[in-house]
């Protein structure tokens, strides 16, 4: 998408899709998990893995999920503890340790790994010798593979200068800063309070000690913003430049996630501000020289992001999007999900149950799917629009043995509606998602989406604008 192709969208479409949708960091989505997938399906994808040739030719993704927190941010809708009690963290590390012990049970020791990151919560939580500590674990179950991506979500609140140096000393390349809005009023209203000197300091710290890559996290839609406050925002970001830039849509969903109740809805922008924010967020991030990624990422253009895009190697998994395609995703820690083969799973989502299971020897997994072919060639599709911004027909009938307008008829008959108004064109290689399509990309893809089409209860979701 080019954003100097973007023309103003009409207030009619503004209306048409102000609605939720998922925002496919996989098909089919987290909610379509079932408990009746269990630890031991788990156990079985983990053991084909290891028999077939995937164990041999595809490096691992790592995923730890450090659930601790010190303070609440009102919009947080992610998995967290909010405590001040950093003892906790020790236990926590040591049943991280015996979920690794059961995976190199199935595995073997020194599975190839390309590609790592600490999520959260707030991984920075842990102290640098709890760092140490982790990543010398991981290390001896897993071979890291030198120039891979290793990767840590960074509270600018809980790190100095010192301790960027213990995460370039652990073998960390890439930092991800947690900035959300540079403005004073929308950081009150949000309970997250960090002075824009704090972050420019740090990442200039960053820089000077070789990090790769540094990414920003920011939101749009949070209380108190309005275009006006978000371009000042914006404009800051600009002169930090990051190497990559995470732009997300608040979704509220008080009903779903407690802290979002602190929040006033009366203090939300609506959907034509939102659209407005994400509008001058394309015009002033590409106008700065970045590559527009997808619907949440833009880089520079020597980022691997942006070179994967350009190299059509983008993907999508439970972070957003990757450069590593096909890769299979070992999540660890509690409410952390992963990707074995053709399987999804979910680890329990209380530390409570995550550690009843282990100490009973057992992987945590509670929920998850083996995904059909119908699965399989939907997944394919959604991920082609998501990623590239075009299906092309040849490509899925060779790898799935189907023919496209076929096994898809009713979708491309809804698909109609969508090249009328623009979003959308279709011609006898495949289905293209326009420029302005880009701000409407996650509602091309519920197109083919069959369980949205078959469940039209999407209040779980987030607005797509």
Not at 30 to 39: I, K, S, Y
Request: glycine share 6%; charged share 20%.
């Amino acid at each position: 998408m080019n954003a100097e192709t973007v023309e103003p969208v009409s207030p009619e479409l503004l209306r048409r899709y102000d609605v939720a949708g998922p925002r496919y960091t996989s098909y089919p989505t987290a909610d379509r998990f079932v408990e009746a997938f269990t630890a031991n399906d788990y156990v079985q994808a983990l053991q084909q893995r290891r028999s077939g040739a995937a164990a041999l030719v595809l490096p691992l993704s790592l995923y730890v999920h450090i659930p601790f927190c010190e303070s609440l941010c009102y919009y947080c809708a992610c998995n967290k503890i909010i405590t001040k009690h950093h003892d906790r963290a020790a236990e926590y590390l040591c049943y991280l340790s015996r979920e690794v012990d059961l995976h190199t049970a199935q595995l073997g020791v020194g599975q190839t790994v390309s590609q790592l990151h600490l999520g959260g919560g707030t991984p920075t939580f842990l102290s640098d010798a709890e760092l140490r500590e982790l990543m010398a674990m991981l290390r001896r179950n897993f071979t890291l593979t030198p120039g891979g991506e290793y990767s840590i979500e960074v509270d600018p609140r809980t790190i100095d200068a010192s301790r960027l140096d213990t995460l370039a000393e652990l073998g960390f390349n890439r930092l991800s800063f947690g900035v959300q809005d540079f403005d004073p009023a929308v950081q009150k209203a949000v309970h997250r309070v960090q002075p824009a000197e704090q972050v420019f300091a740090l990442v200039d710290a960053a820089r000077a000690r070789g990090f790769e890559s540094i990414n920003v996290d920011l939101i749009y839609g949070l209380p108190q913003q309005t275009p006006e406050s978000f371009a000042r925002t914006l404009k800051q970001v600009t002169e930090l430049r990051p190497d990559r830039i995470a732009l997300y849509a608040y979704a509220h969903l008080p009903e779903r996630f407690k802290p979002q109740r602190r929040i006033a809805s009366a203090e939300l922008p609506g959907a034509a501000a939102k659209l407005s924010m994400l509008s001058n967020s394309l015009a002033t991030f590409m106008g700065a020289g970045y590559v527009y990624v997808g619907m949440d990422h833009f880089a520079l253009p020597n980022d691997a992001l942006a070179i994967a895009k350009r190299q059509g190697r983008l993907h999508r998994n439970f972070q957003g999007y990757s450069t590593q395609p096909d890769c299979d995703l070992i999540a660890l820690g509690v409410s952390s999900i992963g990707r074995i083969g053709a399987t999804y799973s979910q680890n329990a989502k209380t530390l409570e149950e995550y550690y009843d299971a282990i100490d009973h020897g057992r992987f945590a997994v509670v929920r998850g799917l083996a995904l059909s072919r119908d699965d399989l060639v939907r997944r394919a599709v959604i991920m082609a629009l998501m990623c590239q911004g075009e299906v092309l027909f040849e490509s899925i009938e060779l790898a799935y043995l189907i023919d496209f307008r076929s096994y898809f008829a009713a979708e491309m008959a809804t698909l109609q509606s969508l090249v009328e108004q623009g979003l959308v064109t279709v011609d006898d290689s495949g289905v293209q998602v326009t420029a302005n399509g880009w701000f409407f990309v996650r509602a091309v893809a519920m197109v083919f989406d069959r369980y949205l089409q078959a469940d039209r209860n999407r209040a779980r979701f987030s607005k797509i604008i």
